[in-house]
């Protein structure tokens, strides 16, 4: 537990993602088994633990601690689970004498809430402050914020030198703690079998198309579609069980248990979740809802629906028609969706065209919310994993811009340690300034140490690493749309959203309105 | 636990300790000795406990203090450390008028001590800043009984209680391991934890250069002439910046950004005691918080007035109220005495 404790906090301390990746690299290089298969377990998000409440903390502690002093110590601390980590009154036991990581992770997978709470405090008894801390974020759920399933896959690969492609294949085959990857990682057994097993096939991925090289295109060697503006999945049915998964190969088909009902039992499928209610745009705000929570509620079903897109087929009845060309799968795709009954799924359509400017105009009339360009795909292209030059082509249209004023900035970690490149801007609202957005300038970017210096110079007011700056500073911001939200005080959230440039010509007062961002939201 | 000691006083006939030792705005101020201790004020005569600027202020007549102490103060001072200087060793005795002085470890920085004072039977002893645990670059606390035992109580919360030095020293080590091309930048307090943290290096097995940001090696040449090694120091000036890449450099806390960019991929540490609260170590900043204090914790402060078994306390600066609490539920008389000029640092 102690190792444990000592690497969720490392990894949350740490914002880097190479470092983050070492940091979990060397833990698993660290722990044995089955701890570091718990832990990863618990990284990725891949366990359901039930949770202990704040309330039934406070309880807990109220029966250890005198009240006056943990009132002081909880002001003093601020956040409630590690002011008790902290207050557990006990000697610190020995190493040896800690509960195992996988103790913890059993018992509180295996038992009710009121069980789970009841083993608590003997857990805490056993425990120093930084495990109590790592245990309290567990059952608390405070561990969620920190989960990323590809950082555990990504630091499986690091830590062993297979490739992550391998490692995707193999993963959503095995169960917590994962004995058998391990063995396979370390070379001391074969790689896990999984028959019947629904199994992620990495993406194939575009890259993006330099209109320049258009002419030298022959328009009939390329198929060409929508640019859907979603989610991409993977639907894959084999062995009697359904999975989705996304881009980064986690399973999300808790969060969208209706796509694929009824679509057989051996199919593998590419495509896109779209939020998309009958006469109405599609929206991200309603697949945001969806994708925040792990289980779908009935409620949610309602009010959100949500269309799996098909564009692609990988599978199916046995035959892996990956090796086939593109113009082949897809008359594969079409019969099979002509033949089959389904629910929440369509096809992506073909856009018929002859010359590069037919395919020019739609993209430049195209501004439906839903929609982010095109796609030219190769018709004689295999379907290969990764990003493959020259197979798919993105066409994105052009991307949206504002001018928005810079509100605060904070410094980054490593070579950037020293660079306000972590940029809050806003836009006006009446005669006052709000976020709408946050952008990261890399240490490469050219425009950093302009920002910076003017960051410095321009100060008014420092919480901590963030630092508030007079508004006097335009910068054009490039974004992919305007999402309504109800998180953020502006109520919208820019798309993609990055420096463009600085419009050092342009006055603070000049800058674009909320309202007229408003505007483009979908 | 609630220990019950009573009020009773080492002698039944001595003199109530307020009558001749006294909270002034000046500091505590010792009558029939004539003497302050830690004064804030220009003094005639002053005891100093230990070398801390808040502690140890310039410009007093008459100095009374460990020869470390002395040392330290030149360092810092110059020829403004105090008109005359006097060195007195620990445990040896030193009659001023009725009073009979003794300075004891109080196992804070190099030098640091306690200062007990006996008059006509009344025992008081003045801490000054102390901790419990092991340190190689200081004589340990010597707990002794008294009648009036003054406490600080930087860390007087049930919250604080510092990790072992050695597992916070290996978080570093680990991390240089984990990182060989980014400067392990470390800030420190200048004197005490700077050389804590050296030797700690040392005893971890750490034996590179590590380089000093300017101002600390004047320090660090003091303890190394009181017989504290400290192994190979560097001056940061003068290295490039490749060289510095996985390598540790300590500094006190708060350099620039030009200052910074001079390191390749700086990960930047912290040495303190406030470390040990996740929203104090995020809002500065710091990605590898290290808990290590020169200050008692929360147990060490309960454990020390359990030792010293005085009926009554003082407790000068810091979270005292919790500290008074405690110590009421242990049948302690303890109050607050509100000193000025103390602050929160070299914690």
């Known amino acids: 537990m102690k190792r444990f404790a000592e690497a969720i906090e490392a990894l949350q301390r740490t914002v880097e993602p190479r470092a983050r990746v070492s940091l979990l690299a060397d833990y698993l290089a660290n722990a044995g088994d089955p701890e570091r298969g718990w832990a990863l377990a618990i990284i990725a998000g891949a366990l359901d633990i039930p949770k202990v409440t704040p ?69 805490l008894d056993g425990l ?66 999984l028959r019947e097993h629904p199994r992620f096939t990495p993406f194939m991925l575009a890259t993006a198309l330099d209109e320049r090289s258009l002419e030298s295109l022959d328009p009939r060697d390329w198929c060409a579609e929508w640019k859907w503006d979603g989610i991409r999945a993977e639907l894959v049915c084999s062995g009697g069980a359904r999975r989705l998964y996304s881009r980064l190969g986690d399973d999300v088909s808790g969060a969208f248990p209706e796509i694929g009902e009824g679509v057989g039992d051996d199919i593998a499928l590419d495509g896109e979740l779209l939020s998309v209610r009958p006469g109405e745009a599609a929206s991200r705000e309603g697949l945001r809802r969806r994708v925040l929570r792990s289980r779908a509620s009935a409620s949610i079903l309602e009010e959100c629906p949500i269309v799996f897109r098909a564009y692609d087929l990988l599978r199916l009845d046995g035959a892996d028609l990956r090796t086939q060309p593109f113009t082949e799968r897809r008359l594969r795709l079409e019969e099979w969706y002509r033949a089959t009954p389904r629910t929440s799924l369509d096809l992506s359509p073909l856009i018929p065209f002859k010359a590069w400017d037919e395919l020019r105009a739609c993209r430049a009339a195209e501004r439906e919310p839903g929609i982010e360009g095109l796609m030219l795909k190769r018709a004689d292209a295999f379907y290969l994993s990764g990003r493959r030059e020259g197979a798919w082509l993105k066409w994105k249209r052009d991307a949206f811009t504002a001018d928005c004023v810079l509100m605060y900035a904070q410094r980054g970690q490593g070579e950037a340690a020293s660079f306000y490149g972590d940029l809050t801007f806003g836009a006006w609202d009446q005669r006052s300034l709000v976020p709408v957005g946050k952008a990261f300038l890399g240490c490469a970017d050219l425009k950093l140490p302009e920002i910076d210096r003017w960051v410095r110079e321009n100060t008014v007011e420092r919480y901590g690493p963030v630092r508030e700056v007079s508004p006097g500073l335009v910068l054009e911001i490039a974004f992919e749309g305007v999402a309504s939200s109800r998180r953020h005080k502006s109520g919208l959230t820019l798309r993609s959203p990055r420096i463009a440039r600085i419009r050092w010509d342009k006055p603070a007062e000049e800058a674009d309105t909320v309202a007229a961002l408003a505007r483009l939201a979908e | 636990m609630a220990v019950n000691r009573g009020t009773t006083f080492l002698h039944p006939a001595a003199p109530r300790p307020e009558t001749w030792i006294k909270s002034t705005p000046a500091g505590l101020y010792c009558e029939p000795a004539d003497l302050y201790i830690d004064p804030t004020r220009k003094s005639a005569r002053a005891v100093i406990t230990h070398g801390h600027s808040d502690h140890a202020r310039p410009g007093h007549e008459r100095v009374l203090a460990t020869a470390a102490t002395l040392a330290l103060m030149e360092e810092r001072y110059g020829n403004r450390a105090g008109r005359e200087r006097q060195a007195l060793d620990y445990g040896v005795p030193l009659t001023l008028g009725e009073v009979t002085l003794r300075l004891l470890p109080a196992g804070h920085v190099l030098g640091s001590a306690q200062v007990v004072l006996d008059y006509r039977g ?24 008294c009648d009036v035992f003054v406490t600080e109580a930087t860390f007087g919360l049930p919250v604080f209680r510092h990790p072992h030095d050695r597992d916070e020293i290996g978080k570093l080590l680990r991390s240089l391991r984990l990182f060989p091309e980014r400067t392990h930048l470390v800030g420190v307090y200048s004197l005490g934890k700077c050389q804590r943290v050296i030797a700690l290096l040392r005893e971890g097995g750490y034996d590179a250069p590590i380089y000093l940001d300017a101002g600390l090696a004047p320090y660090c040449a ?15 000036e003068g290295e490039s910046r490749a060289g510095l890449a996985g390598k540790i450099v300590l500094s006190t806390p708060g350099g620039d950004d030009d200052w910074l960019r001079q390191f390749p991929a700086p990960l930047i540490a912290m040495a303190s005691g406030w470390m040990l609260v996740r929203a104090r170590a995020r809002s500065s900043g710091v990605e590898l918080p290290l808990v290590l204090s020169d200050h008692a914790d929360w147990d060490e402060l309960n454990r020390t007035l359990l030792d010293v078994g005085a009926p009554e306390v003082w407790v000068t600066h810091g979270r005292e109220e919790a500290l008074i609490h405690q110590a009421g539920r242990n049948s302690i008389r303890a109050r607050a005495l509100s000193l000025v000029g103390f602050e929160e640092e070299g914690s």
């Open chain 2, 122 to 145: 009344s025992r008081i002893i003045v801490s000054g800043d102390y901790k419990r645990r092991r340190d190689p670059t200081c004589a340990a606390f010597v707990p002794e009984r």
């Open chain 1, 128 to 193: 120093d402050p930084a495990g109590r801390w790592a245990l309290l974020r567990l059952a608390t759920g405070g561990l969620r914020a920190c989960a990323s399933p590809r950082l555990a896959r990504d630091a499986l690969a690091a830590w062993s030198g297979v490739s992550l492609e391998r490692i995707e294949r193999v993963w959503h085959g095995v169960n917590p703690p994962y004995l058998p990857l391990f063995a396979w990682l370390e070379g001391r057994s074969r790689e896990p079998e």
């Open chain 1, 55 to 123: 309330a039934e903390l406070r309880a807990l502690v109220a029966e250890r601690v005198d009240p006056a002093l943990f009132a002081w110590s909880h002001e003093y601390v601020g956040d409630l689970g590690e002011t008790v980590a902290l207050i557990w009154p006990v000697e610190t036991p020995s190493e040896n004498a800690m509960p195992a990581l996988a103790e913890i992770a059993e018992g509180l997978l295996g038992s009710t809430r009121e069980e789970a709470r009841g083993r608590l405090a003997e857990w």
């Open chain 2, 222 to 236: 003091v303890y190394e002439r009181f017989g504290v090694p400290l192994g190979r120091l560097l001056p940061l």
